[in-house]
């Protein structure tokens, strides 16, 4: 009985050690991989007999040919797909990779209003190809690039730029650029034209003709007869749907500072002074005077664009005040603004100040006036 015990003892042990062994005690075979006309390289794997193994995920590669598994003869057709599950028959066995051809992508050239005609280029997905250097035409117009849509206002790939093929057939449009033309209107030299596309925007140059004699340059105008100018020196510009001209715009700034009295009204030009006594009676010392900046030219004339400094005092300046800054920061053309200076002291030594008009126009030097006060008690 015990011999019996044993014995079953021992086979079972042999048992789970050879399920322990895995495919140790297994024949083994060999299972190969074969490119089929692609390239790379792949290890082969050893299985024991009847057991199963997962296959080596594919490392093979075929131009213009995507991967649809292993096949067990060159013919197909496939049986197992990738890193699929293989049971090992009774002998080597060599799998075939199998392939499906990729079918190219077309780019497609549109002229968008222009003329001639350009061959479509073909590529697979992913590769990259140079796009074609363009060949279509447009009277009036400079060819600025191709865009993704017909109305697109900005360029995403320039001629013959590198075009890097997606999952589906592309068009590229042509985008044309219209002229900007400038028109001295007056003033001498020339200037080179600008081109845009429309919708979008771009900084004009800088005004490069030779003033009028006696006239500043004032911007541009729309039409040789404007007034008013649509676009500053150097502004911004945003393209229409055809050529346009922009015309220079001539014309004076000037300042004058009035102060009008009852019965009187004083006009003072830069550099010359405005005095007053203080007479006040108690604690109130405070004289206001209201001061009018005239600009005499023709053209508008801008105050510094930093609010509410359009008036400034020096920093000697005991006793003055500005209490009331002009209210806007433009002033047109033949147009006036007040502001109130304040003088506060009770001292009866005389006090001095610089009163300081800042301009915004390179052409208008600052506009200054020296004021003088005293108190009378």
């Known amino acids: 009985m015990r011999s019996k015990r044993a ?8 048992a789970v050690l050879l399920m322990g062994c895995g495919n140790l005690f ?3 075979h060999t299972v190969s991989f074969d490119p089929n006309g692609g390239t790379g390289t792949m290890a082969p794997i ?4 009847s057991l199963s193994a997962t296959l080596t995920p594919n490392a093979f590669t075929r131009s ?3 991967f649809a598994g292993w096949a067990l003869s060159a013919g197909g057709p496939a049986t197992f797909v990738d890193g699929a599950v293989f049971v090992m028959a009774g002998s080597d066995v060599t799998l075939y990779a199998m392939w499906t051809t990729i079918a190219p992508h077309t780019i497609s050239f549109d002229a968008n209003g222009g003329n001639g005609t350009m061959a479509a280029l073909s590529a697979l997905e992913g590769a990259v190809v140079t796009l074609t250097a ?3 035409t447009r009277s009036g117009c400079t060819f600025a690039g191709w865009g993704l849509s017909a109305s697109a206002t900005t360029m995403a790939y320039a001629d013959g730029a590198g075009y890097t093929m ?17 028109q001295g209107n007056g003033g001498t030299g020339t200037m080179t034209p600008v081109f845009c596309i429309p919708g979008s925007s771009l900084t004009l140059p800088a005004c490069t003709f030779t003033a009028p004699s006696g006239e500043v340059f004032g911007g541009w105008i729309t039409s040789s007869t404007g007034t008013s100018a649509a676009y500053e020196d150097k502004g911004s510009y945003t393209m229409g749907t055809s050529e346009a001209t922009l015309y220079a715009l001539w014309g004076t700034r000037a300042i004058t500072v009035v102060q009008h009295g009852s019965d009187y009204t004083l006009t003072y030009v830069s550099g010359e002074s405005l005095s007053w006594n203080n007479s006040g009676v108690g604690s109130d010392y405070a004289v206001d005077v209201t001061l009018t900046i005239a600009n005499t030219g023709s053209l508008p004339l801008h105050l510094t664009a930093t609010a509410p400094d359009y008036v400034t005092l020096s920093d000697d300046s005991l006793g003055f005040e500005i209490p009331t800054q002009p209210s806007a920061p433009m002033i047109p053309a033949r147009g006036s603004l007040e502001f109130v200076v304040r003088y ?3 001292s009866t030594e005389t006090r001095y ?11 208008l030097p600052s506009f200054t006036l020296s004021l003088v006060g005293a108190s009378s008690q």
């Open 7 to 14: 014995l079953w003892t021992g086979v079972m042990a042999m």
């Open 353 to 363: 100040a610089v009163l300081t008009i800042n301009s915004d126009d390179p052409d």
């Open 46 to 49: 050893s299985v024991g007999e």
């Open 26 to 28: 297994f024949i083994k």
């Open 64 to 66: 213009g040919y995507a």
């Open 134 to 136: 363009n060949a279509f």
């Open 166 to 182: 997606g999952a589906t057939d592309v068009t590229l449009y042509a985008l044309w650029a219209y002229p900007v033309s400038f």
């Open 344 to 346: 506060t002291s009770s």
